[in-house]
């Protein structure tokens, strides 16, 4: 991939969990197009395998590596390989996550009225403890302990950093998401904790917050299939003073700041939001 600008990552080790996802693989080959080794983690090998196959395939080094986020054996397991093929990591990013529909309302109000008319709707009233309990865990556990397994090698090592996902709804909750919208929320929080803890450590910690970015999951929800954009990616363009969905790619650039020693040596705890300003603009 053609990265925005070349920050010099040569001799450094990132793992990426979630790296074989949409946004992880765009992570992983923009470090690796700096120069870092990647470990490409992801609890689906095969995904894992192609995204490390293409970087190496351009020229990079990465080993793709099955990992779970919440399961910290696991993760014992793949810090091993990752040392054994690669050195100690440096760079840290804490990808993996998601939401889930399993803790989502099908209303964004509640509405009496609604609820008697639908008796199958799903309110706030029939969330399932497990389903909020799974998006909670897959984005703020499946953060934490991937941070308890790589930070011990980065104690005192020049240039350590840990990099976060984090989201609009930490700022202020979507509808119909409170599972999603707490979890990022206590990432940006546990961003700013780390970044505390660690800094006499030498470890820095931050977290980008990607505004609304059309991937290949969410394209469906938010166009018709005349290419209009639907009620909610509506709403959403509304409260985008650039008023358009961003890509990707325009991550890229407050990744790879945060991740550089030379540009961010100064920086941490702080979570920058990458939004076309929705993050920035109260409607009014
Ligand atoms: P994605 O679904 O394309 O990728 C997620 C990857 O994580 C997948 O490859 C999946 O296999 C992997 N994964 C799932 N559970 C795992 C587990 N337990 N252990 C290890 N890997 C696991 O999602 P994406 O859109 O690329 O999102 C990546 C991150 O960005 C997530 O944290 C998401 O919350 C965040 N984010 C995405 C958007 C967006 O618009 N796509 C916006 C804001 C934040």
Do not use: H
């Not at 799903?122 to 309990?133: A, R």
């Amino acid at each position: 991939m053609a990265v925005p600008f070349k920050m010099d990552l040569t001799g450094k080790v990132a793992a990426v969990t979630g790296g074989g996802g949409v946004l992880g693989s765009y992570f992983a080959k923009a470090l690796a197009e700096c120069g870092a080794k990647v470990a490409v983690m992801d609890l689906m090998q095969e995904a894992a395998d192609k995204v490390a196959a293409e970087i190496n395939a351009a020229g990079g080094t990465a080993i793709g590596v099955a990992a779970n986020v919440l399961d910290k054996e696991a993760l014992e397991a793949a810090r091993e390989i990752v040392i054994k093929e690669l050195g100690t990591v440096d760079i840290l990013v804490n990808n993996a996550g998601g939401n889930n529909p399993k803790g989502t309302t099908d209303d964004e109000f509640y509405n009496a009225e609604a609820v008697k008319n639908n008796p199958d709707m799903k309110t706030f009233f029939d969330l399932d403890p497990k389903g909020v309990s799974f998006v909670f865990d897959l984005n703020f556990l499946g953060t934490l302990l991937p941070s308890q397994v790589f930070a011990q090698d980065m104690i005192g090592k020049k240039g350590a950093n840990i990099i976060n996902i984090s989201s609009m709804n930490a700022y202020t909750p979507l509808t119909k998401i409170p599972a999603y919208s707490g979890a990022k929320a206590a990432i940006s929080n546990f961003t700013q904790w780390c970044a505390t803890y660690f800094a006499k450590a030498g470890i820095r910690v931050n977290a980008i917050a990607p505004g609304f970015l059309v991937t290949k999951q969410n394209e469906k929800l938010l166009f018709n299939e005349d290419g209009t954009p639907s009620a909610r990616a509506g709403k959403i363009l509304n409260s985008t003073p650039m008023e358009r969905f961003g890509e990707p790619e325009e991550l890229v650039g407050g990744l790879l700041y945060l991740a550089s020693e030379e540009a961010a040596s100064f920086v941490t705890g702080v979570v920058i939001p990458i939004d076309g300003g929705f993050s920035s603009y109260s409607g009014v």
